[in-house]
Every structure is written in C-alpha cells, then in structure tokens.
C-alpha cells in the first residue's frame, strides 16, 4: 500500500516538474546552507582547540610588576620583581605539576651566511613540560646546562628553516650576538599561537646563559616571567590564591598593598576563546536554519495549491472507498518526497561547498556525521510540519462538494 502511494506521489510531482523543482529548491539551499555553516564552525572550534592544545594546558604566567619613576608608570614587566628563586618556591605547593622562570628577548641570528632574527626564550627544561613541547630531534638541554651557564640551544622549526634550509641543524654552531650555541634538538612544530605569532619562529636558551651571557640581568637572578602548570584545571582557584600569598610573603607586602606581580590564567582565556567559537557556529547553524523554515512554507504554499488544483481528484478517490487517513497520507508523502529529494540533493551542495571553501581558502572545514543528521531531520521535520496542513485540509474535504468543483 506504501509503494503504492509513493508511486502516485512520484506521478503527482511529475505531472509539474518545473513547480516541483521550484518547491525542493528551498530546501536544497536550506540544507546546503546549514551543512555549509556547521562545516566552517565546527572548523574553527577545532582550530581553537588545537591552538590550546599546541600552548599548553592548565597554565598561568606570572609577570613582573610595574614601575614608577618621576611620575612615570611603565607596563608590566617594568620592574623586574620576580626572581628564579620565586620559581622554585611556587614549585614547591601543593598542586603544581611544572615551573619555568623565563628570561625572554630577541636577537640576529648568524649562520655561515644565513642571518635571521627570532625570539630567544631563557629557561629550565621545565619549560618544555610546561608548554606541552617534544624535542623532534636530538635532545633537550638540561639542569646542568642551566647551572653551567651552557652555550646551548634548542630551534624552533620556522628558524631553523630560515638558518639552515634542509639542513639537519642538530649538532651545528650559530651565533648569538657574537657568542658560539650549539644546537643540541630542534623543536616540533606549533604552529601560530592564540596572539597570532609564529610559535616556532624561537629559539630556547638556558636561563642563567641568557642572563648572564646574552641579554644580562638589571638585578642578579631576576626573570620577566613565570610559567606555571598545575596538575588539573579544577585545582587551578586554589593554586592561583597559593601562588599570590607565597609572593606577597616573599616580596614583603604589606596588606593593603597593591602586589608587584600580576598573574594571568592562559587556560580562562583560552576557554573563553573556545566557547565564543562555539556560540559563532551555532549561530551560523541558526541562521542558516532559516532559510530551511522558508523552504518549508514554500513546501506548504504549493500543498495548498496542489490540493485546490486536485480536489475533484480528491472527490473521486473519497467516492471509490479511499478513506480520510488514505487521503491524508498520499498529501503527505507527496510533501515528505518533496523534502527528502531537496534534502539529499542540499547535502551534496552543502558538503561540496565546504570542501570548495576549503580548498580556495584554506579554511579548515569539518564536515560530521552529526550535522548531516541534524540537516536531515530538521528538513524531514519541516516537510511533515508543514506538508500536514494541506494534506490535512484535503483529507477534511467534502466528497459530494469535491465532484462538484470545477
């Protein structure tokens, strides 16, 4: 019986082809606009997590304070009120995994005949552990690198491009400011970070070599800032209070004092970051969404004319036997047909438009089995809401009233 009326519901839909083409086209680009749609954010949420995932998890960096000269207030960093053994301090308490004082700057790199200007990160091999970073090849330096004051370096993969080309790096001589590094590993690739730059544009260096033999130090022992990881991200309020009543101690502040620190938690921002991602793709998936509830008033629109159009049709079937429920049901179909064939074809022009936006812009798109079934309820959902009415209103006809209409 169901074949039946599919058959007749095929037939009905190719007696005007041009209306019904027509009909499915604004399901055909609802559907493709929401496959689109879900594709792009999805694809940007993923960028996100795998930018958070390339910083590191569970982070806080403390940097140094500010400073007032004259009336003069500098920025963060100014003064430099954090020291190596503020470090190691704060690794000491409860609920923190890793610690690295860091001792950053910039300089001209010189190889043979290859210069090129990077960032140059001082630091304890915990830095690695910190930011979640593998050595690719050869090996990290290590404690007693940073307590010999070693010319030794670690080379982040757009550098070590610039500097030595194809060349393997490891085991090669460059020269920062003048003074011979060893290159012990080269870093694996990050990527760019959440502020833009170029992750692997750097070079790490041993802290106390970058204090003393690179970039000197104003005050003996004194870093920029401190990166600290904690072992959870539940655990992360409690640390954070921790860290800001161990340094108060230590530098001597008194209550009602502003601190000489401040502290930032690189985990809230990025989550912040993550969810605003989230709430972009939802609502590019509403908005496309849209244009699938305009496809069904058009489904709708043209129920009711087919239904005008057909209603001695209906008199005749209701004269021969067919009951409410048969009448029903053939309307129906003819609407769920009609939004299924546009829904299956929007699937391909949604998916295709995803790969072709990929592949002319580099966006990463991410097409998941779970928005194409998202696309193909909600469209099979819109074709049964608003295909019911009229098929409804056929159904209620009256027989006698119907073989009379002209």
Known sequence: MMLIMLGEAWRAMGANR??????MLGMVIGVGAVVLMMAVGQGAQYAIKQTIAAMGSNLFVL???SSTAGGVRSGGGGNLTLTASDAEAIAELPGVQAVAPIHPGSAQ???GPNNWNTSIIGSTPSYLDARS????????????????????ALIGKTAAQNLFGDDDPVGKTIRIRQSPFVILGTLAAKGQGMDGRDQDDTIIIPLTTAQRKVFGSQVPGSVRMVMVQTTT???????????????????RIRDGMDNDFSLRNLTAAADSAEESTRVMSMLL??????????????IMNIMLVSVTERTREIGIRMAIGARQKDILMQFLLEAIVISVLGCLIGLLLGIGSALLTESLTGTVVIISANSILVAFSVAATVGIFFGYYPARKAAQLDPIEALRYQ
């Open 109 to 111: 790199i010189v190889y």
């Open 18 to 23: 041009l209306r019904t083409l027509l009909t």
């Open 63 to 65: 940097l140094s304070g």
């Open 233 to 251: 991200q539940e655990i992360m309020p409690i640390v954070e209070k921790s860290m800001t009543e161990l340094l108060r101690q230590r530098h």
């Open 285 to 298: 998936g509403a908005i496309a969404s849209v244009s699938l509830l305009v496809g069904g008033i058009g």
């Open 133 to 152: 970073w593998p050595i690719s090849t050869g090996a990290a330096f290590t404690n007693s690198d940073v307590r010999s004051a070693t010319r030794v």
